[in-house]
């Protein structure tokens, strides 16, 4: 069993930067796959980024070069560093644990899930 809790959501501005984080509990957080999704007001929830138990990463086309996924085994923590901010990238972001070591683009491969946090960035 994983509980995922992200932090780090706001309101910020075009053109800025922020930092998610995720914590995970849990003594095999090393094992798992993780991901970044997210969530726009009636729009799918959506694959942005992952990281694989060997820390690979992948990322949606349109944050490649924007945003940059990275995890902390010690600490049972992922993070999601986003730069250049836009107003389509506002949404509600979810963290998510898979128990394979590579990551899926697709919701249901994915085991354990947060509660979100919310990015809005305004124009």
């Known amino acids: 069993q994983v509980q995922l809790v992200e932090s780090g959501g706001r309101l910020v501005q075009a053109g800025d930067s922020l930092r998610l984080s995720c914590a995970a509990s849990?003594?095999?957080?090393?094992?798992?796959?993780m991901g970044w999704f997210r969530q726009a007001p009636g729009k799918e929830r959506e694959y942005v980024a992952g990281?694989?138990?060997?820390?690979?990463?992948y990322y949606k086309d349109s944050v490649k070069g924007r945003f940059t996924i990275s995890r902390d085994n010690a600490k049972n923590a992922v993070y999601l560093q986003m730069n250049t901010l836009k107003p389509e990238d506002t949404a509600l972001y979810y963290c998510?644990?898979?128990?394979?070591?590579?990551?899926?683009?697709?919701?249901?491969?994915?085991?354990?899930w947060g509660q979100g946090t919310q990015v809005t960035v305004s124009s």
């Open positions: 849990g003594r095999t957080f090393s094992s798992y796959a």
């Open positions: 998510a644990a898979r128990a394979r070591a590579y990551v899926d683009i697709r919701v249901d491969e994915y085991d354990y």
């Open positions: 990281i694989s138990r060997g820390g690979s990463t």
